[in-house]
């Protein structure tokens, strides 16, 4: 049961004359109870949405005596609002965006002009809302499936349906999902390694916007294939990057600049790994001439960290390793997994590093001694699960604490599969991979549970199989 407020205005008059043309009739004021909306319904596009309150009077007025209003609007839209219905029972074809709204019943008593209202929210769902989008080679091509989430629907190429069966690209790299952040817009990039470079999509109806060359504020130059290695997310920060052939490629989210600037100035081959700190900048590694680089202020170039008093741990200017693969801590500290020149060691270094300031503190530094780690191919970790590395070779993946230097086999997927893919979101634990027992589509995914409750342990939540070649980046989209 929820009471509302009754809507009036009350107007106070100073001393003075004033002629009276009423009647002196005093109106009495009813109240009114609206119930049996739920405070937030969810719905899906083109579905019926169906409400019948229950609204009862304390002077026992009828439908009659009423006016009924259902209308809809957001943030943005507040003052001119979508009118759905005029009876006390809305059943309305949903024809709105998927997004969440404010849904208001309006009931007016029609004798006195004096009416009530019903707040709650509608969450419009659609089947791309919410789920991880797959990417997928298959044939060379860049395919894109959905897996929803809250129905468990598959939608196979979700892509081409979106697209009038095109396919969204050759040599696929990544695939991610950017809501929308300060006056940016929400888009869906995948980035390939073709002569388009990748291709930026509706988050909603997965259409084609653009193609990735045609996103650059300077004209992309030369017809060749365009190299793009990887995407470095915005969080919440003032800007997001990608790498295309180890140069650096920015833009200023906050100011909404859906194109992205000139590579940035300096001598460096960026390593795909980066330290997203989330808040204003990021941390990058220069494999090339093996140092971090940061982008510290919104100039056009890459700069080093200052040593500082760490310098006998790490000197952030002379690392002298191969960055393999980086990983979070918690807020401004991080890890590197690095190989030696030589490829004869791994090493595992702790820091903590501010872009902004560019500070830099080592904490550690060792030669790592996990199991089999010299052969590890895939590599995962989560800032929700300190301190773990996950890494795979051909169907195991082992677990590694950075900081006992302990660890061991976690999972194995069978002597047919082979890891192509791996990643954490949160305490879940993503794997793509192929099953050599098959002819065709050898190519599928699963999801794990990660709990530390007992010590470290998996448990498999979802398995989908035979969709593709081969699993190229699965990501999250809420």
Same mark, same amino acid.
């Given at each position: 049961?929820?009471?509302?407020?009754?809507?009036?205005?009350?107007? $106070? &008059?100073?001393?003075?004359?004033?002629?009276?043309?009423?009647?002196?009739?005093?109106?009495?004021?009813?109240?009114?109870?609206?119930?049996?909306? +739920?405070?937030?319904?969810?719905?899906?596009?083109?579905?019926?949405?169906?409400?019948?309150?229950?609204?009862?009077?304390?002077?026992?007025?009828? +439908?009659?005596?009423?006016? &009924?209003?259902?209308?809809?609007?957001?943030?943005?839209?507040?003052?001119?609002?979508?009118?759905?219905?005029?009876?006390?029972?809305?059943?309305?074809?949903?024809?709105? @965006?998927?997004?969440?709204?404010?849904?208001?019943? /309006?009931?007016?008593?029609?004798?006195?002009?004096?009416?009530?209202?019903?707040?709650?929210?509608?969450?419009?769902?659609?089947?791309? %809302? %919410?789920?991880?989008?797959? $990417?997928?080679?298959?044939?060379?091509?860049?395919?894109?499936?959905?897996?929803?989430?809250?129905?468990?629907?598959?939608?196979?190429?979700?892509?081409?349906?979106?697209?009038?069966?095109?396919?969204?690209?050759?040599?696929?790299?990544?695939?991610?999902?950017?809501?929308?952040? &300060?006056?940016?817009?929400?888009?869906?990039?995948?980035?390939?390694?073709?002569?388009?470079?990748?291709?930026?999509?509706?988050?909603?109806?997965?259409?084609?916007? /653009?193609?990735?060359?045609?996103?650059?504020?300077?004209?992309?130059?030369?017809?060749?294939?365009?190299?793009?290695?990887?995407?470095?997310? /915005?969080?919440?920060?003032?800007?997001?990057?990608?790498?295309?052939?180890?140069?650096?490629? *920015? /833009?200023?989210?906050?100011?909404?600049?859906?194109?992205?600037?000139?590579?940035?100035?300096?001598?460096?081959?960026?390593?795909?790994?980066?330290?997203? +700190?989330?808040?204003? !900048?990021?941390?990058?590694?220069?494999?090339?001439?093996?140092?971090?680089?940061?982008? *510290?202020?919104?100039?056009?170039?890459?700069?080093?960290?200052? @040593?500082? @008093?760490?310098?006998?741990?790490?000197?952030? *200017?002379?690392?002298?390793?191969?960055?393999?693969?980086?990983?979070?801590?918690?807020?401004?500290?991080?890890?590197?997994? &690095? +190989?030696?020149?030589?490829?004869?060691?791994?090493?595992?270094?702790?820091?903590?590093?501010?872009?902004?300031?560019? =500070?830099?503190?080592?904490?550690?530094?060792?030669?790592? %001694?996990?199991?089999?780690?010299?052969?590890?191919?895939?590599?995962?970790?989560? =800032?929700?699960?300190?301190?773990?590395?996950?890494?795979?070779?051909? *169907?195991?993946?082992?677990?590694?604490?950075?900081?006992?230097?302990?660890?061991?086999?976690?999972?194995?997927?069978?002597?047919?599969?082979?890891?192509?893919?791996?990643?954490?979101?949160?305490?879940?634990?993503?794997?793509?991979? !192929?099953?050599?027992?098959?002819?065709?589509?050898?190519?599928?995914?699963?999801?794990?549970?990660? @709990?530390?409750?007992?010590?470290?342990?998996?448990? !498999?939540?979802?398995?989908?199989?035979?969709?593709?070649?081969?699993?190229?980046?699965?990501?999250?989209?809420?």
């Amino acid at each position: 049961m929820k009471y509302l407020h009754l809507l009036c205005l009350l107007t $106070l &008059f100073g001393s003075s004359c004033v002629k009276d043309n009423s009647t002196g009739r005093i109106l009495p004021i009813d109240d009114i109870l609206i119930e049996g909306i +739920e405070d937030t319904l969810r719905v899906s596009m083109d579905d019926n949405l169906i409400i019948d309150p229950k609204v009862t009077s304390k002077m026992e007025k009828t +439908e009659e005596d009423l006016d &009924f209003v259902w209308y809809s609007y957001t943030n943005t839209s507040q003052f001119v609002a979508d009118t759905l219905g005029k009876n006390r029972k809305l059943q309305v074809a949903v024809a709105m @965006s998927p997004g969440t709204y404010d849904l208001v019943l /309006r009931v007016t008593d029609r004798s006195t002009g004096i009416f009530y209202k019903y707040n709650s929210k509608l969450q419009v769902v659609n089947d791309f %809302t %919410t789920g991880i989008m797959i $990417l997928a080679e298959t044939g060379g091509k860049s395919m894109v499936h959905f897996l929803n989430t809250v129905s468990g629907k598959f939608i196979e190429d979700a892509y081409g349906k979106g697209n009038e069966g095109a396919v969204a690209g050759s040599n696929p790299v990544s695939i991610t999902y950017n809501p929308q952040n &300060f006056s940016f817009p929400a888009e869906v990039l995948i980035l390939n390694k073709d002569l388009d470079g990748g291709v930026v999509i509706n988050p909603v109806t997965f259409k084609k916007d /653009r193609v990735l060359r045609n996103s650059f504020l300077t004209p992309w130059q030369g017809s060749d294939i365009i190299q793009s290695q990887g995407y470095v997310g /915005r969080g919440g920060g003032l800007q997001d990057y990608i790498i295309i052939d180890g140069q650096l490629h *920015n /833009r200023s989210v906050n100011a909404g600049d859906i194109k992205f600037k000139p590579g940035l100035l300096g001598d460096y081959y960026l390593s795909t790994m980066y330290f997203n +700190e989330g808040a204003s !900048r990021s941390g990058f590694y220069d494999n090339k001439n093996m140092r971090f680089l940061c982008h *510290n202020n919104t100039s056009g170039s890459l700069n080093q960290y200052l @040593s500082g @008093s760490t310098i006998d741990i790490i000197d952030p *200017n002379k690392v002298n390793l191969k960055l393999i693969y980086s990983g979070t801590v918690s807020s401004n500290e991080y890890f590197g997994l &690095f +190989e030696d020149p030589s490829g004869q060691n791994r090493w595992l270094l702790r820091f903590a590093m501010n872009s902004l300031s560019q =500070s830099f503190t080592a904490k550690e530094k060792f030669i790592v %001694t996990a199991a089999d780690i010299m052969n590890a191919e895939k590599y995962a970790s989560s =800032s929700a699960l300190q301190n773990y590395l996950f890494y795979s070779i051909g *169907n195991a993946i082992y677990v590694y604490n950075i900081v006992s230097k302990s660890g061991g086999k976690i999972l194995d997927l069978g002597s047919n599969i082979q890891i192509d893919f791996m990643e954490m979101n949160g305490v879940e634990l993503k794997v793509g991979f !192929r099953d050599h027992t098959k002819t065709t589509l050898k190519g599928g995914f699963a999801t794990y549970g990660i @709990s530390t409750l007992g010590g470290i342990n998996a448990q !498999r939540t979802r398995l989908k199989e035979g969709i593709c070649d081969r699993i190229v980046d699965l990501t999250d989209k809420k």
